[in-house]
């Protein structure tokens, strides 16, 4: 169903590798909604996915960019501006991989090298996103910027391995850069902290499954689903959330606020 929440708007969604993919579904509807955008991924995502399936099926160009690369960024920001005939109104960052957790290291035996490139890509992505549109001067007043991040940034998941520190970084650079994007251009800028998800990424965190369930059971409203989390994201770039900035958002079915379940324990 649309409403045209989000007609006139332009945006650029990055990290539809698949159709399991969140930000797959955040383009869907945001283009359901009116919105114009462009979509990215990393060049070697480009050749392992089926993003352009996904371009085609809403007329929007794909822009190559690797989210760690300011040259990149710049070009992603430039073209996006050309195509869609103006500054961008929001950005989607949906972007995680974790080095260490892909080979195989534990928590206790991580590589640092791999460390700091998980970080790279998982949150300083992210700031440099947010720096690079700001100093280009690329957002609309009155956007919205948003990441997606895991209540392991709060509580301890022991698979969630160095993704726990990457998602802490990210959302304190969400409410950090919230401040100076508030006072540049009104803009917003926040972070969705989604339940357990079947996609490329959620799946590569070690007995996941059980995990799956586990949370399934702990959350009131049960998981949320891709879709569910997609029209979250469509209600914080459309007008009605403008004075919301620099949070945390749960969209987890209640399960940031469990203490324990019954279902849980098969009561
Ligand atoms: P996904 O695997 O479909 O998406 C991750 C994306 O990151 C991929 O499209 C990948 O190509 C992209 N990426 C990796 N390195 C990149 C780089 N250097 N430059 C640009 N893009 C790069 O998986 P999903 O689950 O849709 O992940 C999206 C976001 O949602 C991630 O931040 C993830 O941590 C977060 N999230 C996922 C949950 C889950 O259970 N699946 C739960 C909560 C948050």
Redesign the pocket.
């Known amino acids: 169903m649309s409403n045209g929440l989000l007609a006139g708007k332009r945006g650029i969604i990055?990290?539809?590798?698949?159709e399991?993919?969140?930000?797959w579904q955040v383009a869907e509807k945001c283009v359901a909604q009116g919105a114009k955008i462009t979509l990215t991924?990393?060049p070697v995502?480009l050749r392992l996915?089926t993003i352009q399936q996904l371009a085609e099926k809403i007329g929007a160009e794909v822009i190559p960019?690797?989210?760690?690369s300011l040259e990149d960024l710049e070009n992603l920001l430039t073209k996006s501006q050309e195509i869609l005939g103006g500054k961008m109104d929001f950005m989607l960052h949906?972007?995680?991989?974790s080095v260490n957790m892909r080979k195989k290291r534990t928590y206790d035996d991580l590589n640092y090298d791999w460390m700091q490139k998980t970080f790279d890509?998982?949150a300083i992505?992210f700031h440099k996103l947010m720096q690079t549109a700001m100093k280009m001067d690329a957002m609309n007043e009155w956007g919205s910027i948003l990441a997606?991040?895991?209540i392991a940034a709060q509580r301890v998941f022991p698979d969630y391995s160095e993704?726990a520190e990457s998602k802490s970084l990210l959302e304190s650079f969400a409410r950090s850069f919230g401040y100076h994007w508030a006072k540049k251009a009104n803009v917003r800028v926040n972070t969705v902290s989604?339940?357990?998800?079947m996609?490329?990424?959620?799946t590569g965190v070690k007995g996941f499954q059980d995990f799956f369930d586990y949370s399934n059971k702990m959350s009131p409203l049960g998981n949320a689903t891709s879709e569910q989390c997609a029209d979250y994201c469509v209600a914080m770039f459309s007008d009605l959330t403008k004075m919301v900035t620099m949070q945390n958002l749960y969209h987890d079915g209640g399960f940031s606020n469990m203490g324990m379940a019954p279902e849980v324990l098969g009561l």
């Not at 399991?20 to 930000?23: D, M, N, R, T």
């Not at 949906?94 to 991989?97: E, K, L, P, Q, Y």
């Not at 989604?194 to 998800?197: A, G, K, L």
């Open positions: 990055f990290g539809a590798l698949d399991q993919s969140i930000a991924n990393a995502a996915g960019a690797d989210a760690t949906s972007i995680g991989m890509i998982s992505s997606l991040t895991y993704m989604q339940s357990p998800t996609t490329t990424a959620g």
